[in-house]
Structures are given as structure tokens and as C-alpha cells.
């Protein structure tokens, strides 16, 4: 008997199922829906398992067999360019090592450095970070102010639809599809930072976050696109954030203002962590401190 | 079903549930008892093993995912007798007190030593984020690493 709380193997009650649940390596992305699509209710993918081995600290149970996609080489793979597809399995340390630098990519590559630790940066993965239902999702915001399309695979082929309508609807979507890859658009001239704030320098989840992707002109802002992570249940664009920085010139009062107009427009959940107004209230700091990187 | 597992460059053999965490794999089927838990979150860093090059925070990875993959802990590090340089200047220095967080802190300062053999010392500061000492303060593993760095380990 070891240390800590009782894993999948030794607590029978934590699966929904007779005996502690198994692991299917697939071999193709064809075969993981497959075999997903067969399992139903009863099967989940598993990429870097770091959120599913934590099941029994959620009182969450497990399912019977989760289907390892680790090993698909389409899955790791990051094809540069415009657009930037980045495989599903792509681990927040492939992701950090892209470039430097504040281009279209910058945001999402502050965000995969900067996240958690090198234990779980080396570990967690892309679709990990969007299939996974929780708030404070680093890459999730850089990813919406990029205006990215997930790439998924099902029984019915393969299609692409907008993150955000993804992440809206990942309580039902359909039995066997996995997540293939993520395409990023990524033109020349585009400029992008993220910003998070935690309690303590690094380590933990962010309060709250921000991406801002910018076409600039001159300085002036042409297009501006704002996401913000941690504040409600669920990340999304900014369109008052988006409309405040608009026509403007790129500076720190413009996304002060920014953030004012975010907390606005936002309904803040509360936490442990932080309260609601808490998360709020640093939105115009975290906007201006994003908006410095990019002038 | 028995599975196959490559630790230290050694073959092991192991029957247990595909889903078991490698911690307890290493301390409990195989006697590697170098590899310690402490939060079972993921969180403290006591447990972190190297696979295919990678810092994984084994109590939270599945025995399924290492299967195939070269596993390596703090057992591994030095040669017949004698401690790797890394343990050398983490000993002289000072660094271990306790020693809960050691094995942990040894794996991923190896994998930092082997990305970036000459980190500046913001760069170990930021890879020990994950690794909680309750003695130390840091100061003085700090001090080993960028005296590795430098060739002067002890």
C-alpha cells in the first residue's frame, strides 16, 4: 500500500464499471474514433492524462477505457505558416519553443511558456487544453483572439468549426470524434501578446487572463481581437474590449479602456482563488500590461 | 496483460492495471523507491521522472503511456558507486536537507542541464517552479546547477 489518495485501481467504486479501467493505444486517428464511437459513454481519449489521472480528487469517476492517442505521429505534428496547424497532441513545451517574438503566434506562445510548470508543460497538450472544461485554460484565449478553427474527426469524416462554437458545445458533441488539430492564422504584420496574472510569480492558474491579437496601421488599430480566460466559466471574445481599441491608436489608455470595457460585458464567476469583482477589476491592467508588448 | 518497461536502460517486466500512475509502479511492483510522492496532484515536483527525455510528473501518468518509452529516475543519474556531477554540487552545496523534494528536483534540473547546459539563473529559478522544497529556500540548489554550469561542481 503507498502513500496518498486512492487511484483508479484501488478504488472500485470511482469506475462506473466492474475492474479499474483499461488503456487502448490506438494506432490511427481512423481507428481512436473507432474504437471511441464504439465505446460511447464508456470511452474517452487521452492525450497527456494529466487532468484524467486526477478523476478521484474531482469525485469524478472514471470511464472504462480511455484510448490513447500518444504515438499518432499526425497528432505532434506543427506545420509553420499561414495558417499555423498545430497537431492535437502538440505539448505546451513544442508549442513554447515555436519562435519568440509578439507576431500572430506571440500570444499563444507567451501562453504554452508561462503556463503551470515544466512538469506539466512537457506533459499537457493542445486538445487537452480546449477538450477539457475548465476556465482557466492558458491557451484557450490566445487561440479565440486568433480566430482559430478546430480541426476534428468523427464516424461522418472530418470537418472544421470556429473554437468558439467548439467550446460552446464540448457537453455534446458527437460519440467518437477526437480532435485533430488546430489552424491558427498567422499573417504577416499581425502582432499578438497574452497576459495572466496569478497570486504568486508562476505555478498556478491564472485569476485572469488576456489575449489581444491587433492588425496595426501606422499604430492606429485596424482590427482588434480580445479574448479573456478565468473570468467566466468559459473564455471568450471581448466584442465592447474589441470595439474599445478599434480606430485608436494602440496605446495604454486605449486598452485601459479596453478593459473597462470588458469587465462591463463580462459576468465573472466567483472562487476560491479570487471573487468575481477581483477578476474584473484587473482586466484594464492586464490589457495595458498586453498592449506594452505590442508598441 | 504484462507490459514491457525500459528504466535506467534496464528491462523490466510489470502485470498491473494500465492505468496505475508510474510512481507507484516504480515504489510499489518494482522496488525503485528513489522516486517520491508527495501531493499526488501533480503539483510538488517530488515525483518527477524523466520519459523519452520528458519531465513527467509520475503520479499522475499512467503505467498504458510508458510502455515503449525510456524511462529514467534519480536511481539512474550516477555510475556504479558514484553520484552524477548534478548530485555532486546539489550535496556540496549544501541543497538537500530533508530530502522528499531531492529525486524530483535532481530530474528536472537533468532535463534543464541537457536542454540548456549553461542556464542563466533565471532560467533554473523558472524550471524549479514546479518543485516545492520546504527546507532549502532554493538558494543553495540554485547555487549547484549554475556551479554544474560552469564546471566546478563541487
Redesign the interface.
Known sequence: ?????P???QRPEMTAHAG????Y?ASSVEDAVEELARLGPDGEA?AG??WV??AP?RHER?RRR?V?L?GIEELTRIDPGDPTVVGALA?H?AIAALETGNGPLGSLIEAARTS?????R??ATLAGNICTVFPEADLVPPLLASEAQVDVASPAGRESLELGEYLVSRGARPAGEVVVSVTVPAPAGRRSAYERLTVR???EFPLACVAVSVDLDDGMVREARVAVGSVEEIPRRSAAAEAALQGRLLDVRAAEQGGLAAAGELTAREGLDAPGWYRLAVLPALLARAAARLV | MPMQLQINGRQYEVDVPSLKPLARVLREDLGLMGTKIGCYEGRCGSCNVLVDGLVVASCLFPLGLAEGAAIRTVEGLGGEGALAPLQEAILSHGGVQCGICTPGILMTLTALLERSPSPAEQEVREALVGNLCRCTGYHKIVGAVLAVAAGRPA
Do not use: E, H, N, Q
Open positions: 500500500m503507498g502513500v496518498g489518495p487511484d483508479a485501481t479499474p479501467p483499461d488503456l493505444r487521452l492524462a494529466t489521472m486526477r480528487i472514471f480511455y490513447s500518444g505539448t513545451t503551470a510548470f515544466l512538469a506539466i512537457d506533459t510569480g508562476s505555478g
